[in-house]
């Protein structure tokens, strides 16, 4: 069975009484007044109860993003941000929830139900409070007492798999090395003030030699998705290691929270290899572009020793504008980095996205496979950068971006920077621009498919490089999010 | 079955008159063969029949069982029991030519209210098929039409027909492209399907077409109208004497 489904069924399948560990003290904590400022660095601190030196090193990086700006350059339009207007901590609240189903929006229950969510996971989704709802959240903070049974065998192999406020716990001293060695405190805006005032997030570490027996998922920390605003990831697979990890539970939940600025960090050493899959389908707003997450992230992975490999799989379908990068530093001689992603847009919504092929080491190769979709009124970007270094002898690139356009009313761009500075780099790159034609949907059509159907067979043939690459289960779920996420884009 | 009274209609975009009072009756089990020359609106009447919308029809009906079918988009229609073989195959890059068939034998099944085909059925059924049609199993991986040749699009197709059993068959210049054992083997695979409840309507510019799948009943087309109507000998005399005369007469 699929690792998540095997969850889903082990969540459902635990007795309520078994449950032993709880964060319902830490559930109930209250959140930090609004706006930024030291005190609320500190106090985000205290309540985490960190080290003198991580306090340090937030309260650093929030001195720094004073006196930074906010960037401009994505092709995204958003109105000014006023983060003294948000809170920066908040642990789940008790705001009165829908008290059943019937009081959900049926747009979203209809989604949930093309997913296939079981209603009971529905529930909890929507936010509903009633009876059930304990009974299914605490089916689904069992998930920690499901993720402590998964813990024993992950530690028979000696993986670290927690969250980040626990690494800072227990591990001070390989989060101490480890943290913002990749993503420095200064890196960027966005970044920057995640350094300061993230709230939590996952921790990885994978032994020497060790091949992690599962496939990590952040599904089992859903019922921390409402602190999910700033997280912070950190992945460290020590020298031949290797560890498969996916980030994002497939329902499309509906955040309040408008701004997500994560950072994530990987780090490979000595052949080492970390896959990274995501899925995203957050909240993109409405057809006019009211509402929906804000999603600037930062997540970047370092090759740190020779043979190392990082591969990033993205699907990103849901959130209002997404601005996001997800890039290999190739440090280590031989080391290989790629990049995979299906970005699809709709509505109004607006993605910038892309990835960084830094090539430092020898012999370093990489390869970038970006498959853009953009429908409706939406604007979609890829921007990426391919470099070479001076030491970089016989780099290899081959990047291949297409965009397929549906409709008359949506955008897509291809923003490619290439620099090299060794002769010997050979960068390949390939982009495509197409349009679902009307013959293309006739023949469709003709055979009996309906038009959203088409157009979601046409889509998914379009992608079909990229979803190759996906672990199992996403790859069937992606298959339906993509005809969600296009629907009413024909006729 | 399928009746057609005095069909008017235009392209869309420009509003050119392409088919101007066609009268036709096609009933279970016949075969009629359409000819005509280039720029008759043999095509066109084939792609309103099966509701393509770039085509507006401005006057007269579709009847389907007695049922005017105009308002039922492409869709709809096929679920009705229309099915039209393409005369240029549509490419579908990086969709398997196997997952194409089995989504269009669901969507139709779905449409009738039926369950979704098992996979060993569908399996079963396409191996059947494919075989009779030379199609090989190599084939029905690739990405649909795509880089399929002449050949190999024609019988695909067809294969299409077989497994999804319409009522009624447009056949769009079926043997344009193909060399002579090609056009024996799609041949043979229309006669196969060839039973008292079903029809076909054959478009053809070429006689020889009709030596391997003999009509009932020949109609000439020209500018948008039926000029005239006749057994499959009218099909030898025109191939004989050209379309002069029947021009002639539309003129």
Request: hydrophobic share 35%; charged share 25%.
């Amino acid at each position: 069975m699929p690792a998540v489904q095997e969850t889903i069924a082990t969540v459902s399948a635990i007795d309520v009484d078994k449950y032993k560990y709880g964060f319902t003290t830490e559930i109930e904590s209250e959140r930090a007044p609004k706006g930024l400022d030291e005190s609320t660095v500190r106090y985000i601190s205290a309540k985490k109860g960190e080290p003198e030196w991580l306090l340090e090193w937030r309260l650093d990086a929030y001195r720094r993003w004073l006196t930074m700006t906010e960037p401009t350059w994505a092709r995204v339009d958003y109105p000014q941000i006023d983060f003294q207007d948000l809170y920066y901590y908040s642990a789940p609240k008790k705001t009165a929830g829908p008290s059943s189903l019937d009081e959900v929006d049926p747009e979203l229950l209809a989604t949930y139900a093309k997913l296939g969510i079981p209603l009971r996971e529905q529930e909890i989704l929507a936010g509903v409070e009633n009876g059930q709802r304990q009974v299914a959240v605490d089916a689904v903070f069992d998930s920690v007492s499901v993720v402590t049974t998964f813990r024993a065998e992950l530690a028979k192999h000696g993986v670290i798999f927690c969250s980040f406020s626990e690494a800072v716990r227990e591990y001070p001293e390989l989060v101490k090395q480890y943290l913002g060695s990749v993503v420095p405190t200064s890196d960027n805006f966005y970044a920057t003030l995640n350094s300061a005032v993230f709230s939590d997030g996952s921790f990885v570490y994978i032994p020497k030699g060790v091949r992690c027996p599962m496939e990590l998922s952040t599904y089992f920390r859903i019922n921390e998705k409402n602190t999910g605003q700033f997280e912070r990831t950190l992945i460290i697979a020590d020298e031949g290691s290797y560890v498969s990890y996916l980030e994002g539970c497939t329902a499309p939940t509906r955040d309040e929270n408008q701004l997500h600025a994560a950072v994530v960090e990987l780090v490979a050493l000595k052949d080492a290899e970390i896959k990274y899959s995501t899925v995203q389908n957050w909240y993109p707003g409405d057809k006019n572009g009211k509402g929906g997450i804000y999603n600037f992230v930062t997540k970047r992975g370092d090759c740190r020793g020779d043979s190392a490999k990082i591969s990033w799989t993205q699907v990103e379908t849901g959130s209002a504008i997404t601005w996001k990068y997800p890039s290999c530093i190739l440090r280590g001689d031989n080391s290989v980095g790629e990049f995979y992603s299906i970005a699809i847009s709709n509505g109004r919504q607006q993605v910038d996205s892309g990835t960084k092929m830094i090539h430092l080491g020898k012999n370093t190769r990489s390869r970038i496979i970006s498959k853009g979709i953009s429908a409706g009124h939406s604007n979609n970007t890829y921007r990426g950068l391919v470099s070479a270094n001076r030491k970089a002898t016989n780099a290899r690139n081959f990047t291949q971006c297409d965009s397929l356009l549906i409709g008359e009313n949506c955008g897509a761009h291809t923003v490619p920077y290439i620099e090299s500075r060794n002769s010997s780099a050979v960068f390949e790159h390939e982009a495509t621009t197409s349009k679902i034609s009307d013959d293309q949907m006739f023949y469709c059509t003709s055979r009996g498919l309906s038009e959203e159907d088409a157009v979601a067979l046409i889509v998914n043939g379009f992608v079909k490089d990229v979803l190759q690459h996906l672990p199992m289960e996403f790859m069937v779920e992606t298959q339906k999010l993509i005809g969600i996420s296009l629907e009413g884009s024909v006729g | 079955m399928l009746e057609i009274k005095n069909l008017h209609a235009r392209i869309a975009e420009d509003g050119t008159e392409i088919l101007n009072g066609i009268d036709l009756v096609v009933k279970p089990g016949e075969v009629h063969a359409i000819m005509g020359p280039n720029g008759s609106g043999k095509s066109t009447l084939s792609y309103v029949l099966s509701g393509k919308d770039d085509y507006e029809v401005t006057e007269g009906d579709i009847l389907f069982n007695g049922e005017s079918i105009l308002e039922l988009g492409p869709d709809e229609r096929a679920a009705a029991g229309f099915f039209l073989a393409f005369q240029y195959p549509i490419e579908i890059p990086g969709v398997a030519t196997m997952t194409f068939l089995k989504a269009a034998i669901n969507a139709q099944r779905k449409a009738r209210g039926e369950s979704e085909i098992t996979t060993p059925d569908f399996m079963r059924l396409v191996k059947e098929t494919s075989a009779k049609l030379n199609i090989s199993s190599d084939m029905l991986k690739r990405p649909l039409n795509v880089g399929f040749s002449g050949g190999e699009k024609k019988r695909n197709e067809i294969m299409q027909m077989a497994l999804l059993q319409p009522k009624l068959c447009i056949l769009d210049e079926t043997d344009s492209g193909l060399d002579i054992d090609a056009l024996k083997v799609v041949s043979e695979g229309v006669n196969a399907l060839r039973s008292p409840d079903r029809a076909f309507i054959v478009i053809t510019h070429y006689q020889r077409l009709l030596d391997h799948i003999v009509p009932d009943v020949v109609h000439v087309l020209s500018k948008g109208r039926i000029v005239k109507t006749g057994g499959p000998e009218l099909a030898l005399e025109l191939e004989k004497n050209g379309y002069a005369d029947f021009v002639d007469v539309a003129a």
